[in-house]
């Protein structure tokens, strides 16, 4: 299994620009997260899914998008980047509230200009 | 409403010393506590986790937390640190099992050698 996958890993973009975050998982998992982490601030949740075509808001949710049409894929959508975005972004997931592990992606390093 | 605090955004231990982050969660119901770690560029890697089955809890690498509700604690301890455990860790806190984590903001532990 391949667990948690991220694309890409490294991106810059300018103000304005859009763009999407890739997410996939191999491990069947209903449950999907997208958290983003600051210097000093932790991780902090954006948005989660419970399955598919089931999103909801985390804590910083403004100026991200989400949609969840597969099991295997959550994808985060950037719709006019602003320097306040950038951050490194991780998708996790987990099998449901009785599995008590969220498993992460490797990350992707955003930077807006 | 739930939240942790982590005491100590930086702590320096000698190879071979006793390992003590500290964490302390602030939680409406009986909370689900977890600690991460992350090591350089690379996602978070569950360490351990309570869920009100043993107050004691051991975790990988020889890491162990206990929790103490009358000090809203869960502090991680290793009794002899190993250079391998220079990385940053995380305290979380869910009142939903796995789902909708809070996270601290963090410790980071260097060791010397």
């Known amino acids: 299994n391949a667990g948690v996958t991220q694309t890409p890993k490294f991106q810059v973009l300018k103000t304005g620009q859009s763009m999407t975050l890739q997410c996939a998982q191999d491990?069947?998992?209903?449950?999907m997260s997208w958290y983003r982490q600051d210097p000093g601030m932790g991780l902090r949740l954006i948005h989660y899914s419970v399955g598919a075509g089931i999103t909801d808001q985390g804590e910083v949710p403004n100026g991200y998008n989400v949609s969840r049409s597969t099991t295997e894929d959550f994808p985060l959508r950037l719709l006019s980047a602003a320097p306040s975005q950038t951050s490194v972004y991780f998708c996790?997931?987990?099998?449901?509230?009785?599995?008590?592990?969220?498993?992460f992606g490797p990350g992707t390093r955003l930077t807006v200009t | 409403a739930q939240s942790v605090t982590q005491l100590g955004s930086h702590v320096s231990v000698s190879e071979g010393a006793l390992v003590l982050l500290r964490c302390n969660y602030s939680?409406?119901?009986?909370?689900?506590l977890f600690w991460y770690v992350q090591y350089p560029n690379q996602g978070l890697q569950l360490l351990l986790k309570?869920?009100?089955?043993?107050?004691l809890v051991k975790g990988i690498n020889g890491f162990e937390a206990e929790f103490k509700k009358s000090e809203t604690s869960f502090h991680l301890t290793k009794p002899s640190a190993h250079m391998s455990d220079a990385a940053e860790y995380f305290c979380?806190?869910?009142?939903?099992?796995?789902?909708?984590?809070?996270f601290g903001t963090g410790t980071r532990l260097t060791i010397i050698p």
């Open positions: 491990m069947n998992h209903e449950y």
């Open positions: 996790a997931s987990h099998g449901g509230s009785g599995s008590l592990e969220q498993y």
């Open positions: 309570y869920t009100s089955a043993a107050t």
């Open positions: 939680s409406s119901v009986p909370p689900y």
């Open positions: 979380a806190v869910s009142q939903f099992g796995n789902e909708k984590l809070t």
